[in-house]
C-alpha cells in the first residue's frame, strides 16, 4: 500500500471515529464511577426475572456496586450489551448507571409472565 492510499484510509478511520452518532453507540455517557467496557447495541426489551444489584464494571466484585438494584418485573432501559453479552448496561434517562448480569435478566417477548 502506498503512502497516499495510507492516508485516505487514515482519513476515513479518522471520520468514522469522529462521528458523534457512532460515538454514541458504542460508548453511552457513563454516571460517574462507571466504567466503559466494549458495547455492542442491546437486543430488544428486557424484564428483570429476579432482583439485579448493578455494578460498576460487567464483573461480580465486592464493593463495585452502584447502590441500585432492579427488581422482579422491571423494564431497565438496557444501553449496550458486553462481555460476549453476558452483561448488559443498564441507562436512566440515556447514561449508563451500572452493570447487570445477563441472567437475571430476560427476552421480555420470551418471558411474558415475570410480574413484580
Same mark, same amino acid.
Given at each position: 500500500?502506498?503512502? $497516499?492510499?495510507?492516508?485516505?484510509? =487514515?482519513? !476515513? !478511520?479518522?471520520?468514522? *471515529?469522529?462521528?458523534?452518532? =457512532? !460515538?454514541?453507540? *458504542? &460508548? ?8 466503559? #467496557? ?10 428483570? +426475572? ?8 460487567? #464483573?461480580?466484585?465486592?464493593? +463495585?456496586?452502584?447502590?441500585?438494584? =432492579?427488581?422482579?418485573?422491571? &423494564? ?5 450489551? +458486553?462481555?460476549?453479552?453476558?452483561? =448488559? ?20 417477548? +420470551?418471558?411474558?409472565? *415475570? $410480574?413484580?
Amino acid at each position: 500500500m502506498n503512502c $497516499k492510499s495510507r492516508l485516505a484510509l =487514515l482519513a !476515513a !478511520a479518522s471520520a468514522l *471515529v469522529a462521528s458523534p452518532t =457512532l !460515538a454514541q453507540a *458504542v &460508548h453511552p455517557k457513563l454516571a460517574p464511577g462507571v466504567t466503559a #467496557a466494549p458495547d455492542v447495541a442491546p437486543k430488544g426489551d428486557y424484564v428483570v +426475572t429476579n432482583g439485579a444489584r448493578l455494578f460498576k464494571q460487567p #464483573a461480580w466484585l465486592p464493593g +463495585t456496586e452502584t447502590g441500585v438494584e =432492579l427488581k422482579r418485573g422491571d &423494564h431497565p432501559q438496557v444501553l449496550g450489551e +458486553t462481555d460476549q453479552g453476558l452483561w =448488559l448496561l443498564i441507562g436512566k434517562g440515556g447514561q449508563g448507571i451500572g452493570y447487570a448480569s445477563r441472567s437475571l435478566l430476560c427476552p421480555a417477548k +420470551t418471558c411474558t409472565d *415475570v $410480574k413484580s
